[in-house]
């Protein structure tokens, strides 16, 4: 069974930054697609960033040059660094996990397995 496990969300001031983790288990294949998404009240769902096995990342145009997404392959466990970060970035943020060709752009619908959510809160 694929488990998906998020650490790291919580409440900053507008500008200062934040370091989300997660970390998959039980995924036995060799290829993956690690995504992010976040969900704000009252919104739909929307892609932040994604990154492959083999490293290629792809970014949301509202979190580039803000945020980067690393991912440690051995472990299958993905980072979400957030830095500059705006009241707008408030958000549920969810760890997914999908199939290598997931990550060929940022639809919520590519990924099967999701984790549970972390809140980030921006104050301005």
């Known amino acids: 069974q694929v488990q998906l496990q998020e650490s790291g969300g919580g409440s900053v001031q507008s500008g200062g930054s934040l370091r989300l983790s997660c970390a998959a288990s039980g995924y036995t294949f060799k290829n993956y697609c690690l995504g992010w998404f976040r969900q704000a009240p009252g919104k739909g769902r929307e892609g932040v960033a994604n990154i492959r096995s083999d490293g290629i990342s792809r970014y949301a145009d509202s979190v580039k040059g803000r945020f980067a997404i690393s991912q440690d392959n051995a472990k299958i466990t993905q980072y979400l660094r957030m830095n500059s970060l705006e009241p707008e970035d408030t958000a549920m943020y969810y760890c997914?996990?999908?199939?290598?060709?997931?990550?060929?752009?940022?639809?919520?619908?590519?990924?099967?397995?999701w984790g549970q959510g972390v809140q980030v809160t921006v104050s301005s």
């Open positions: 997914a996990l999908g199939s290598f060709w997931s990550c060929s752009d940022l639809r919520a619908n590519d990924f099967e397995h």
